[in-house]
């Protein structure tokens, strides 16, 4: 099980100029947005990557908001953009967002990755984002390999092609990885109720 004291969030691409393409994409953003929030909540780190931001840009406005902003905790859930509906022009980032850019689809293929996850002193890596089957898959993959224990929130994970997303999750969990979703990782990692930290997660999933 998760444990807050060795559980590290790994936010994965979540870029807006893929983000149209994925496939039920909204509802990704709203559910890596509740997860930062928990890790907020429990004080546990966040790193957040983006591959080439120059082509795919940066990372979602909503999400980097909520990682750079830890009382953000206190705010309602940031708005869902209807289908084809226009969306407001992405702001710059938050001073306090601070992404590793790559280049590999592999998070942990890149040295700079590798050497701020190792830095937390975290061996749990909770993985989110997108591509499910190309950066998430290799990501996951690669930090098992290294010894990691690896969880992997499906709902709050995506691809261009729905199938695709089954095929990922399949391969991962025959890896080693552990699927679960996003209140079942933070309950699990709360463990009991009637706590502040208990109260604040409680307003996320309303």
């Not at 931001?53 to 750079?68: L, Q, S």
């Not at 002193?121 to 989110?128: A, E, I, K, S, W």
């Not at 992997?152 to 695709?164: E, G, K």
């Amino acid at each position: 099980m998760l444990n807050r004291n060795d559980a590290v969030l790994v936010v994965i691409d979540v870029q807006e100029r893929l983000l149209p393409m994925i496939h039920d994409a909204e509802a990704l953003v709203r559910q890596v947005v509740r997860l930062v929030r928990g890790f907020h909540i429990l004080k546990a780190p966040i790193l957040v990557t983006e591959q080439y931001r120059k082509g795919i840009g940066p990372t979602d406005e909503r999400i980097a908001g909520a990682i750079a902003r830890p009382e953000s905790v206190e705010e309602p859930l940031p708005p869902i953009y209807a289908s084809g509906a226009e969306r407001p022009d992405q702001t710059e980032p938050p001073p306090a967002f601070h992404p590793i850019e790559k280049m590999t689809f592999s998070c942990a293929a890149h040295a700079p990755f590798l050497d701020a996850l190792r830095s937390t002193g975290r061996r749990q890596v909770l993985l989110c984002g997108i591509e499910s089957h190309v950066c998430v898959l290799q990501t996951a993959l690669d930090l098992a390999q290294a010894g990691f224990e690896v969880h992997l929130c499906a709902d709050a994970v995506s691809s261009r092609n729905p199938r695709t997303i089954e095929i990922a999750l399949r391969r991962m969990e025959h890896a080693g990885v552990t699927i679960t979703s996003v209140e079942m990782a933070l309950f699990e990692m709360l463990r009991i109720a009637g706590t502040p930290e208990f109260k604040l997660w409680s307003r996320q999933i309303r």
